[in-house]
Each structure stands twice: as structure tokens, then as C-alpha cells.
């Protein structure tokens, strides 16, 4: 098999399975996510079963990826962002040995990048407890009934109620966009690449970095490094903003509703930091006269030559075409 073709498996304890799927799920190089049952000593076990505590088992997912496309080390990265990891009893309005959380390792890489990670997240002082998340051998995982695969799809609006009601959101806001974030991303960026990327200012056209830049390359996201843009998908729009037909991956790159200034568009934001980019208008080369319309300040371009250095080497075939 071709290294750039090879895929592995992750598996996740975070409470709610319906929860762990959307934030992984259409990701480059994530191939499936599975919600499911691990770690208990009965075969085949029922949600029911489950959820009466007496199988042994955690509702987890798990996930089959590229990591030459998606590294482990990120879906960590994801992992903790989505939990308490302070919590033995449970997760959220979730109570129970059922809920608690785990990373299930599939082999001994994973287990030193697991615990790497887990240790710098408590050297972190991030959170004010100990960090009581278990790093276990992986166990047979059993797919959960059709019901609750892709629950955020097939039942959006019970997905939304369930996951506002359960106090998720509200704690990872608290503790993955404090003060303290804000101040080491100020650090981080200029003052106008931070007034962009959260406050949604918009730059001055003709008077920013990449508007007329057409060497070839990739645009990352300023913040998270991730590969956003391409110069094979740029053009001019004679707008005074850099332009594209369409980003690298549309997993990385969010779109939703923007209703200031009087007027409906959509804006565009990085899905993995939530930086603000810009606004897709339709208004772009044919056929699919898509304009993602992008403000320098929330890139940073890096040069085809030095895309392997930076570990972007795998994106040099959409600009040797």
C-alpha cells in the first residue's frame, strides 16, 4: 500500500457519542467516524445495555483517517477540546461509567503521542484539576444501532437541543477561549490579523500581503498552520483581496450566515482555530462562479519550494498539474 493511502484507526471515549461525531467528521483524511461501544467485557452489547452500567462499556467513536493527510497528534488536539478531562464520573448532564472518557490506543506510537499529549495539557495548568483521562489498550469496538450513527445529521434538531441543553459548549467556551487565550493569541498576531480573525475586520483592499500574489504556493490559516488555499485555485477578481475558486479541503473551511451591514452573505471561517476569513460571494470564474473572498491578514503564504519543509509536501501535486 502506498504510504500516502495507508489508514489507521482512533478511538475516543467523550461522553455522548452523538457529540464526539461532527467536530472530526468531513475532515481531509478522516476516511469514517463510528459511533459505538469498547472497553467492556460483553459481546455485541445494546445502547440499553450499555447505559444500565453493567457491560463494562463506554460509548465511544472510532475513527478511520490518513495520517499523512490528519496526524494523530491533531485528532488529539481535537479530543481534548471537546471534554472535561477533570471528570471521573461521567461527561456534562451525562452520568455514569458509561460516559467517562478515554483514549483507546491501537499501538504503541499512539500510546507515547496519547500520553505526550495528555501531559502537556496538564503542564498546561489549563484546567485547575487533575487531568483524569485514561490512556487504555484498544478493545473489540461494536457499532451502535443505525440510530445514533451521524445523529447530527439524521436528527439535527434534537442534536442542537441535546447538545445545548448539555452544557458542553458552555464549558469548552470557558476553558478553550479564555482570557488567557485571548491574550497569548494577541502575542501571536499582529494587531490587524487578530482584529480580523476575531473581530471580523476587514482589511483595506489593495493595501494587504497577498492580493497580488501569484507565485505558486499554499495559504495556511495564520493561527493552526492549516492548509486553507491554493495558488492553483487563485485568481484575480479585481477586488483588492486575495481570491479563490475554492479552498484545498472544503472540511477546513466553514461557512454560516453573516447578517451585519444590512445585508445577508455568508461568511467563511477556518473550521479547526474558528478564525475569520472572509465571505464567499458567487461571483467567480465559471462554472461554479465561486469567490472566496479572503483577507490577507488571516493567511500566511508559503512558497511551493518550502512546502516540504513545513510538511506540506503532499500538496505539491496540485501545483505540478
Excluded at 485555485?233 to 451585519?260: C, H, I, M, N, Q
Aim: include cysteine; glycine fraction near 8%.
Amino acid at each position: 500500500m502506498d504510504e500516502k493511502d495507508r489508514t489507521e484507526l482512533a478511538t475516543f471515549a467523550g461522553g455522548c457519542f452523538w457529540c464526539m461525531v461532527k467536530p472530526f467528521d468531513e475532515l481531509p483524511g478522516i476516511v469514517s467516524v463510528v459511533s459505538g461501544y469498547t472497553g467492556g467485557h460483553t459481546d455485541n452489547p445494546t445502547y440499553g445495555e450499555v447505559g444500565t452500567e453493567t457491560t463494562g462499556h463506554v460509548e465511544a467513536v472510532q475513527i478511520t483517517y490518513e495520517p499523512e493527510l490528519f496526524p494523530y497528534e491533531r485528532l488529539l488536539d481535537i479530543y481534548w477540546q471537546l471534554i472535561d478531562p477533570t471528570d471521573k464520573g461521567g461527561q456534562f448532564m451525562d452520568r455514569g461509567y458509561s460516559y467517562r472518557t478515554a483514549i483507546f490506543v491501537h499501538n504503541e506510537e499512539q500510546r507515547a503521542k496519547a500520553e505526550a499529549s495528555k501531559a502537556a495539557l496538564q503542564a498546561s495548568k489549563r484546567f485547575k484539576d487533575p487531568i483524569v483521562t485514561e490512556i487504555l489498550p484498544a478493545a473489540p469496538f461494536y457499532s451502535a444501532e443505525a440510530l445514533h450513527q451521524d445523529y447530527y445529521k439524521t436528527h439535527p434538531l434534537d442534536y442542537k437541543l441535546y447538545l445545548k441543553g448539555s452544557g458542553r459548549d458552555e464549558f469548552l467556551e470557558q476553558h478553550w477561549n479564555s482570557p488567557e487565550d485571548q491574550k497569548r493569541l494577541r502575542n501571536q498576531l499582529t494587531r490587524l490579523q487578530y482584529e480580523v480573525t476575531q473581530h471580523k475586520a476587514t482589511e483595506p483592499p489593495y493595501e494587504n500581503a497577498y492580493w497580488n500574489e501569484f507565485h505558486d504556493g499554499i495559504y495556511v490559516d495564520v493561527i493552526s498552520g492549516d492548509p486553507l488555499f491554493s495558488s492553483a485555485d487563485k485568481f484575480d477578481s479585481a477586488s483588492g483581496w486575495p481570491s479563490f475558486t475554492g479552498p484545498v479541503a472544503g472540511g477546513l473551511v466553514r461557512r454560516e450566515a453573516d447578517y451585519s451591514g444590512g445585508e445577508v452573505r455568508t461568511a467563511l471561517r477556518s473550521r479547526l482555530s474558528g478564525a475569520y476569513l472572509g465571505h464567499l460571494f458567487f461571483d467567480g470564474p465559471e462554472p461554479a462562479k465561486q469567490h472566496y473572498r479572503v483577507n490577507s491578514a488571516a493567511l500566511r503564504f508559503i512558497p511551493k519550494e518550502e512546502l516540504e519543509a513545513n510538511g506540506l509536501g503532499r500538496y505539491l501535486v496540485l501545483l505540478n498539474g
